[in-house]
C-alpha cells in the first residue's frame, strides 16, 4: 500500500479527476444533523463534504439499487424478452468504513462460488469507492456507529479502491 499526503484544498481536484470518467456520489449536509449522498455537479460540487454525520439512507443503494429495470419485453409479431442493466460507470466519494464492509457482504453473497448475480457484478464491476477514515470524533462517530464492533474502523483495512484520512492541517 503506498501513502501520499495532500493538501485539503486538493480534494475537490480529486472529485474532479473522478468526475471524468465516473459519476460521482458525494456526501453532502441537509438540515440539523441531516446528510445524504447525492450527485455531485458543478453547481454543488463546492458543497461536498468529507466528515459528515452518518446518514440515514446509506450510500450502498448505488451498488445494489431497490428498483432497477432488469427486462425489455417486446409484443409485436416477433415477442422478445431482453435483459437490461444500466451499470453507469460510479465513484462513491466519502464512503465509510462500515459501509465499505457491508458493500463487501453482499459482494460475498450476490458473487459468491455458487452463485454470481450478473446484474450486481455489473454494478460492481463499474463501481470505484473513496474511504473516508473516521477521524472528527465530533461528526463521524455517534451513538449511532457499531465499527469498532464489527470490526470494521474506523480505517478500513480492505475493499476499497482509495482510502482518505484527514490528518488536520
Known sequence: M???ITDKANLLTLVDLLREEHEVIAPFYGRGRDTCFDTVTDANRHLV???IPNPYYPPKRYVLPHIE???QIHL???PSIQATCEAPRRAIFGIRSCDTAGIY????FYLG???KDTYYEQH???LFLVNVVCTDPDLDIDDDC???CADTGPAARDHFDLQLMDLGD
Open 49 to 51: 463534504q468529507v466528515h
Open 2 to 4: 503506498r501513502a501520499r
Open 113 to 115: 462460488r455458487d452463485f
Open 69 to 71: 429495470r432488469l427486462l
Open 146 to 148: 457499531f465499527c469498532m
Open 105 to 108: 457482504h453482499l459482494d460475498r
Open 124 to 126: 460492481r464491476r463499474n
Open 76 to 78: 409485436n409479431d416477433h
